[in-house]
């Protein structure tokens, strides 16, 4: 398994501002992942980060808005850029297991903008 | 496209009662499926998984699941679920070579001494 923090773990930010939200993993892992978890929805995965790459963005996430970086291994950061109420939700960092699917998630990263 | 339907909600069962959550995927191909459950103010975690094999898997807690693949179902079941069991249980998959996880809407199950 692996353990995963975040940072901040909240935060309420004003319209047009970014945030930028830290993941720290206590071992070494190929790919990370970004998730948004708006009020009363699901998961819903932003990008994948790998190590010394560009991010993948899924479908309706661009990179002007959320950009990543993953410097190495055990660190990334998800930043939301020009925000707007729209943009309050939980933001939720995951990594995987080496031989699954399986993914470990960190504690979220609960952003409200006024 | 990808997708997961979790049929309910929100459940609200006493202490002793049975429990089934349901869940649909659509995807014509294999794939891997799981359950996470969140304790209120916890993480995300894993409560089982299938990958092949047994379509009857057994997860932490007394909790199993059942793979009909000829109904896409991943059905979460509980025999007698008790007050700690309240928390919020999301049906994903995995699909092909791709390690993207699609997640469903949530079932919040609140179970009542």
């Known amino acids: 398994s692996a353990v995963i923090s975040q940072k901040p773990s909240r935060d309420i930010c004003q319209r047009g501002t970014s945030l930028t939200i830290q993941c720290q993993v206590d071992s070494q892992v190929t790919m990370m992942f970004w998730y948004r978890q708006q009020p009363g929805q699901s998961l819903t995965l932003i990008a994948t980060a790998n190590q010394g790459s560009e991010a993948t963005y899924e479908s309706g996430f661009v990179i002007d808005k959320f950009p990543i970086s993953r410097p190495n291994l055990t660190f990334s950061t998800l930043t939301v850029s020009n925000l707007s109420p729209e943009d309050s939700s939980i933001y939720l960092c995951s990594v995987d297991s080496r031989s699954s699917y399986e993914q470990y998630f960190g504690p979220g990263t609960r952003l409200t903008v006024t | 496209a990808q997708s997961v339907s979790q049929h309910n909600h929100h459940v609200i069962l006493s202490e002793a009662a049975s429990l089934e959550l349901g869940c649909n995927y659509s995807?014509?191909?294999?794939?891997?499926l799981f359950w996470y459950v969140q304790y209120p103010g916890q993480h995300l975690q894993l409560l089982l998984k299938?990958?092949?094999?047994?379509?009857l898997v057994k997860g932490i807690k007394g909790f199993e699941a059942e793979f009909i693949k000829s109904k896409f179902s991943f059905n979460l079941r509980k025999p007698s679920v008790q007050w700690s069991d309240t928390a919020e249980y999301f049906c994903a998959f995995a699909s092909g070579g791709y390690q993207k996880v699609t997640f469903g809407t949530g079932t919040k199950l609140q179970v009542i001494p």
């Open positions: 995807y014509g191909g294999t794939v891997n």
């Open positions: 299938y990958f092949s094999g047994d379509p």
